[in-house]
């Protein structure tokens, strides 16, 4: 016999005793969906490196905000693939560029959907990098800064209620806060990708948008994946500069980052389940190695991790998972 008076057991034995003591949930609040605008008109096509993730032309984004707002999703946040891509990364921060175009379209429609924009360059350069190099080969962060400005700006002039800048530049969120409030923005918050890894996870999103750099990589922007203490460097330089929320990126395989900046800070915390982390899951569903259900899991690990922001691809399947878990 067990002489055991402390038994965990008794809080497991019911679903009604479980959903008593359990310390986290997920609701459809908690999301972001990623949106992938394209050039065109009359696409919607998959994404062959990210399944049931769709590009779509500025005339198909109505409709499928519709269709987005019927499964629970209240905020988006809009990547563009432009027409074409120059040395100066203009398309970033045309008036009439491709994400300027999707989010007046998506404000104009659906006013009370929550946009979100990506602030990079990589998408929008030839050589597929977030940043201008100087003669040496150096960050060319004087000429960066200044894009991702006038990038940030184009973009709240359009009427996102959000940035987000992606490109891990120092001193970028102060220097996009001050450009936004010097323009009238002071309304428009700051996401910053705060602890942004140079992770191997990015690969089918470099895919959908074609922004694979075109030599060398992104170690020397991104962050090297054995380091946890720099992280919290970046997120405090954020919080200092003004971001309203940082971001840690991944998101499944940098649990413990996101912990750490949960314990240290008092910003809210979000955390981007990339395409790489998606592709894995929705893989091993479709190929019956998995339930359903570990996407419910992996996301409830993010939550329970200290984000309280997820953005994921999942987020289109979310109510339904939400309406089966027990
Ligand atoms: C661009 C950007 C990337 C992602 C978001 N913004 C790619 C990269 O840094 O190479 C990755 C998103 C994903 O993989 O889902 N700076
Ligand atoms: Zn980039």
């Known amino acids: ?34 949106l992938f605008a394209v050039e065109g008109t009359e696409i919607r096509k998959e994404i ?43 398309g970033a921060f045309f008036e009439d560029g491709i994400v300027q175009r999707a989010v007046r379209e998506i404000k104009g429609t659906y006013p009370d959907m929550f946009v979100a924009t990506d602030v990079c360059l990589c998408q929008y350069k030839s050589d597929g990098h977030c940043c201008f190099f100087s003669d040496k080969g150096y960050i060319d962060h004087t000429k960066t800064l200044d894009a991702l400005n006038k990038v940030a700006v184009s973009h709240a002039k359009a009427g996102a209620d959000m940035v987000a800048p992606s490109d891990m530049m120092d001193g970028r969120v102060g220097s ?79 649990l413990d980052i996101i912990r750490l900046g949960h314990e240290r800070f008092d910003v809210p915390m979000a955390a981007y389940q990339v395409s790489g982390e998606y592709s894995m899951l929705y893989n091993a569903v479709k190929d019956g190695v998995l339930n359903k259900m570990a996407i419910y899991e992996s996301l409830m690990a993010i939550k329970r991790s200290g984000a309280n922001i997820i953005i994921t691809y999942f987020a289109k399947q979310i109510q339904e998972l939400l309406g089966e878990a027990k």
Do not use: C, W
């Not at 402390?6 to 999301?31: C, G, Q, Y």
């Not at 060398?216 to 994946?225: C, E, I, L």
């Open 176 to 254: 996009i806060r001050h450009s936004l409030d010097a323009a009238g923005f002071d309304y428009v918050s700051i996401m910053a990708y705060s602890a942004k890894y140079a992770s191997n996870l990015y690969g089918p999103f470099r895919e959908a948008v074609h922004s694979a750099p075109a030599f060398g990589d992104r170690k020397a922007y991104q962050m090297d994946f054995s380091t946890s203490k720099e992280a919290l460097r970046e997120m405090r330089l954020d919080i200092e500069e003004g971001a309203d929320i940082i971001m840690v990126k991944p998101a499944g395989a940098y």
């Open 1 to 34: 016999m067990i002489n055991n008076k402390k038994k965990p057991t008794r809080l497991r034995a019911s679903a009604t005793i479980r959903a008593l003591v359990r310390e986290n949930v997920l609701t459809m609040d908690d999301f972001i969906y990623p």
């Open 48 to 90: 062959p490196s990210m399944k049931e993730q769709y590009h779509l032309s500025v005339d198909m984004l109505s409709e499928e905000i519709a269709m987005l707002k019927s499964k629970g999703i209240r905020a988006v946040l809009v990547f563009g693939e432009p027409k074409q891509k120059d040395d100066e990364g203009s």
